[in-house]
């Protein structure tokens, strides 16, 4: 017994799976973006936290240089008084 479907609910249900296979397209494709989106923030994270921990690093060896170096710009302070220049000059 062959059933024939009502031509309008026929058209309308046509429109309706398409639209649900429209709106799965459209959350796969978001799905894909929110997931890109948040492996390149991690990345820019982790990045930051790099760029971070070498300025800290750079910096606690850039104080401690100061705090051995300034003793040792002492010690040749005598030096500079001793050398003459005018024996370079023509």
């Given amino acids: 017994m062959d059933l024939q479907s009502h031509p309008e609910l026929k058209h309308h249900v ?3 799976d398409y639209m649900l296979h429209e ?3 459209e ?3 978001s799905r894909v973006y929110a997931n890109q ?4 923030i991690t990345q820019q ?17 850039s104080r401690g240089m100061n ?7 002492r010690a ?14 023509p």
Avoid at 37 to 40: E, G, I, K, N, S
Avoid at 45 to 61: E, H, I, L, P
């Fill in 45 to 61: 994270t982790d990045v930051y936290g790099c760029f971070y921990s070498c300025r800290q690093c750079w910096a606690s060896k």
């Fill in 14 to 16: 046509e429109h309706l």
């Fill in 27 to 29: 959350q796969d494709n």
């Fill in 23 to 25: 709106t799965q397209k």
């Fill in 76 to 89: 040749f302070t005598p030096l500079d008084h001793s050398i003459s220049f005018s024996s370079l000059d």
């Fill in 67 to 73: 705090h051995r170096g300034i003793p040792k710009l």
């Fill in 37 to 40: 989106t948040h492996a390149h």
